[in-house]
């Protein structure tokens, strides 16, 4: 099974308003993660990445934050806006040297 | 700096033919995946090579999956015969060469979307 999922499959949310997209993982071991964003038809965009030593990392419009206590990470988005609709994943690196294992995605609808 | 280039985009084909995709990473990167993305699911690796070897090729079915990547640039990834569940997105990435064991950043490539009738 996948050792990396996402809570909820949809999230609709209007232009401007904060989004919130959560994943918990599964692997204790885990010691990077990264946020991808995914439109129709692309190849998964990086979005923002953190390591296990830190709990907080901000982007550009993007936050992440990590509670390695509970497994969780959270892709926070500020002003949303209708070009960030898209399915967004979390990935995490279970190992050092090894592949990234993708959850299942949130697909994110923003409505103007 | 040029992307991940992957060919072709699109391919039809009917079950039990045979299909090859083709991946080109981004110059100086010695990582290369090949990711397989069903219509609703999170991309899942098939294969991870670095340079010329392979590192991990644990969830490639090979019995009808095969992917070799010769001069430790470009790579290809075959299916024969193919099957119905084998429609998918076939996603290559690259990343730095894992020299301090860390994986980073993957860059993908569009993909080459696959249906099998």
């Known amino acids: 099974g996948e050792s990396v999922g996402l809570h909820l499959p949809t999230l609709s949310v209007q232009e401007g308003d904060n989004s919130i997209i959560n994943c918990a993982y599964s692997?204790?071991?885990?010691?990077?993660f990264i946020w991808y964003k995914q439109e129709s038809g692309k190849g998964p965009q990086f979005i923002i990445d953190?390591?296990?030593?830190?709990d907080k990392r901000q982007g550009q419009r993007v936050t992440v934050l990590l509670n390695k206590t509970v497994k969780h990470l959270s892709l926070q988005i500020a002003a949303t806006q209708p070009g960030d609709s898209a399915v967004y994943f979390c990935?995490?690196?279970?190992?050092?040297?090894?592949?990234?294992?993708f959850g299942k995605g949130t697909t994110l609808s923003v409505s103007s | 700096e040029a992307g991940v280039a992957q060919s072709p985009r699109y391919k039809i084909i009917e079950k039990r033919q045979s299909v090859a995709f083709w991946c080109n990473p981004i110059s100086g990167h010695a990582t290369l995946y090949w990711y397989q993305q069903i219509l609703g699911q999170g991309p899942k690796l098939l294969i991870q090579?670095?340079?010329?070897?392979?590192?991990?090729d644990s969830q490639l079915p090979k019995d009808r999956f095969s992917a070799e990547r010769l001069k430790g640039v470009d790579s290809t990834l075959k299916i024969q015969p193919a099957k119905l569940e084998d429609s998918a997105v076939y996603l290559c990435?690259?990343?730095?060469?894992?020299?301090?064991?860390?994986?980073?950043?993957?860059?993908f490539g569009e993909g080459s979307r696959l249906t099998v009738l």
């Open positions: 953190i390591r296990s030593n830190m």
């Open positions: 090579f670095q340079n010329n070897g392979v590192v991990d």
């Open positions: 692997n204790s071991a885990s010691d990077y």
């Open positions: 990935a995490e690196n279970p190992q050092a040297g090894t592949a990234l294992i």
């Open positions: 990435a690259s990343s730095v060469i894992a020299g301090t064991g860390d994986t980073g950043e993957l860059f």
